[in-house]
């Protein structure tokens, strides 16, 4: 019990054992008077010494028992014959009191008569006392402790009752081992892939496919069933599953081993119907998984969870589509929504850049075509693309850029909403106007993030397209014109300048479909040093990306560099930058940091080794997996730096 006595005791007994000693040596080698002198003052302190242990075991006595005559006059009797523990803790949280049952089964014969209650059993005793009960583990029994307060005799104490629920925990936790789950596995690009192959090539791919899909359904006890040339689908329990994301879905790495023609490495869709009360449920929530993992360029597997969504793998790049049968519909089908409409209003991502502003130009081009008036909302005191707009403004009589305030007042239900270049809500470059249009429309080709749209009649996603411009390029290409004018040239140059900008100069993300939506922008009137143009930096903006990179740091081939001066153009340079520090060897992947206001940027840049994107998407940002950024608020250059370097080990830790 925890008071004053027993540390009277332990000093008196201390002192005691000194005296004792001093006395015996004086007496015996120095002064006897001095001795005796001890030796008196020994016989007093063990006069003492016997005094305070009486009155320590008296006051001890008198607790326990007033507290033990309390107990009886409580029914302690009754609390002894109940079959499940109970102890009695004082206002100090000390054990007063219990029955023989808790001895059995809690303290295990131990004596804990004055213990701590929190030292001997481990829970939280704040929340115990507040909500009244806990669960918790106590040698291999699962116990819900409920406590009851008395406050009676000037006594306050708290009766403790062990509920045992092993039985009932043990039972839930098979049922929810047992539970089942709903996985869709999917072969990216299946068809595109093998629409040339020999015959031999398909039926050693499906073999060796089959058999790698056999092989991870045997170590999870599951079921699976081909349902399509490249899809299947297996039902696994809860407690199969957990392995198999422990793992981090190993499947993902034995599918890249396949190689179709020596050439193109398989990959694998996975989504996980995890969390469903029902079957039913499960494959709807697969699906939507399976859907995110293609929007974010396959190779994954997607997980949903409370908070979200949860991604493993993504580190291959996409394969290039080669079917124009989709863009033909998607064509058509928007054609008619825009003939249908009123008004379409055409809006780009938040500081937009080239390719937001360049894909924009274009639909509006091609709609003032179909004879339907367009807008563009654009915020110039936020955008990367200014001098684009002022050619277009230079070249043409067309008043397409208004403010989004203006779109806002100008949109009216019948009126069309065409976002270009993004699909995540909080990215766009007015949410309100997004929030009033009855009708939206999504083209975009970044990976799929979290929070997309999800009311579009039409949402034309392809990630693995270069540029917004390169897939307007290829949608307009299907319109139907019911006039002769031509399409202006300046529209084209916005275009190309936008695949020209998000592609490096045909460096990154290249396709056959990027040369061949360049050509037909050339064919078209596109001047290529009209484009170049576009790209012309001043020589202060030369200097002060030069001196970004020269402060970059490398960190695990990632170079990371802060621009700590401030400029107006830091949100053109610093992208520059990320890309000048690709053209360093050994570097992977690169990332610049400037703040504007009192938020910090981050511009992400990568040749495809290094996954930028899923980094960004740490930090709250998204992106591509060559070309990705975030924004973080109130936060410090030095504070942001740590925060990265922590998203790239970790990212780099899971490869």
Known sequence: MKNKFPAALFVVQLLLLADVAASAVLLNKYNDRFGIVCLASSIFLIILYLLIYAVFTKNSIRHISKMNNHLENS????????????????????????????????????????????????????????????VCSINGCVYNISAEKYDKMNMSFHVLYFHDQTDYYTIKKKSEDSHQNVVIITIDNYDEILQ????????QTSLETEKIIEDFMM????LVKKTASNTFYAVIENCNIKKVIDEKFRILDEARNIKISDKYPLTFSIGVGLGAESLQESERIAKQCIDMALGRG??????????????????????????????????????????????????GHRFGDLDSVGASCG?????????????????????????????????????????????????????????????????????????????VVVIDHHRKTVNFIDNAVIFHHEPYASSASEMVTEIIQYFRYDTDQRFNSCYADALLSGIMLDTKNFVMRTGVRTFEAAAYLKKLGADTVAVKLLFSNS????????????????????????????????????????????????????FVLYKTGGVMNI????????????????LGGGGHQTMAATQIDGITVQEAVKALIHAIDARLADK
């Open 603 to 618: 511009s992400a840049r990568s040749l495809g080794a290094v996954n930028v994107q899923v980094i960004m998407e740490e």
């Open 196 to 203: 040339n192959a020999k015959e031999s090539v398909i039926s």
């Open 75 to 134: 029914a302690a009797e009754y609390m002894n014959t109940l079959p499940a523990p109970v102890a009695v803790i004082d206002k100090n949280r000390n054990f007063v009191w219990y029955n023989q049952i808790f001895t059995e089964k809690i303290s295990l014969g131990q004596d804990v008569y004055g213990l701590d209650f929190e030292e001997f059993v481990s829970i939280d005793m704040k929340k115990l006392l507040s909500e009244g009960s806990v």
């Open 363 to 439: 639909i509006a081009g091609a709609i003032k075509l179909l004879g339907k008036k367009a807008y563009v909302a654009v915020d110039r005191s936020k955008n990367l693309a200014s001098h684009l707009i002022d050619e277009i403004e230079k070249q043409t009589d067309d008043q397409f850029f208004i403010t989004p305030g203006e779109a806002e007042s100008y949109i009216e239900d019948r009126d069309l909403l065409i976002v270009v270049d993004t699909h995540n809500k909080d990215f766009l470059e007015s949410r309100s106007l997004y929030d009033k249009a009855k009708s």
């Open 298 to 347: 396959g190779d994954q597997a997607v997980i949903k969870t409370e908070n979200g969504y949860r991604f493993f793998g993504g580190v291959s790049k996409g394969i290039e589509k080669r079917s124009y049968a989709k863009t033909r519909i998607i064509a058509n089908a928007l054609q008619d929504i825009i003939n249908d409409s009123g008004k379409v209003f055409i809006m």
């Open 539 to 590: 020589i202060e903006s030369y200097k002060r990306k030069s001196q970004i990179v020269s402060a970059a740091k490398i960190h695990r081939n990632c170079a990371i560099a802060a621009a700590e001066f401030k400029s107006d153009d830091i949100r053109l340079v610093a992208p520059q930058a990320a890309d000048e520090l690709l053209s360093i060897t050994g570097v992977d992947a690169s």
């Open 219 to 222: 170590s999870t006890k599951g």
